[in-house]
Nanobody, 125 residues
Framework: EVQLQASGGGSVQVGGSLKLSCAVS????????IGWFRQTPGNEREGVSA????????YYAASVKGRFTISIDNAQDTVYLQMNSLKNEDAAIYYC??????????????????WGQGTQVTVSS
């Protein structure tokens, strides 16, 4: 069974940076799409970014493009989300997820079967 462990959340001021990590275990890492999602209280979860472990193709939501960078370390079976120039609206619980569609690069949740626990990101003014 695939397991995902997200970490790296914390508190940061507006304009600051954080780097989230998602460690994947339980299956061959290079057959998956890995995505980052976020959710705030009372709102639906939204897709933030995704990367294919097969060809490293990436996807970014318009709201984070140019500020966030997703990357993959195949040796460590870990996906990272570098978040720069953080805004108040980036504050959320961030989740990573894995899907068995490595050539799909997007954040439609139907393509993700495995979810990790969330990590809290707080952004203060």
């Amino acid at each position: 069974e695939v397991q995902l462990q997200a970490s790296g959340g914390g508190s940061v001021q507006v304009g600051g940076s954080l780097k989230l990590s998602c460690a994947v275990s339980g299956h061959s890492f290079d057959e998956y799409i890995i995505g980052w999602f976020r959710q705030t209280p009372g709102n639906e979860r939204e897709g933030v970014s995704a990367i294919s472990a097969v060809d490293d193709s990436t996807y970014y939501a318009a709201s984070v493009k140019g500020r966030f960078t997703i990357s993959i370390d195949n040796a460590q079976d870990t996906v990272y989300l570098q978040m720069n120039s953080l805004k108040n609206e980036d504050a959320a619980i961030y989740y990573c997820a894995a899907g068995e569609h490595p050539y799909y690069t997007g954040t439609s949740e139907g393509n993700y079967a495995y979810w990790g626990q969330g990590t809290q990101v707080t952004v203060s003014s």
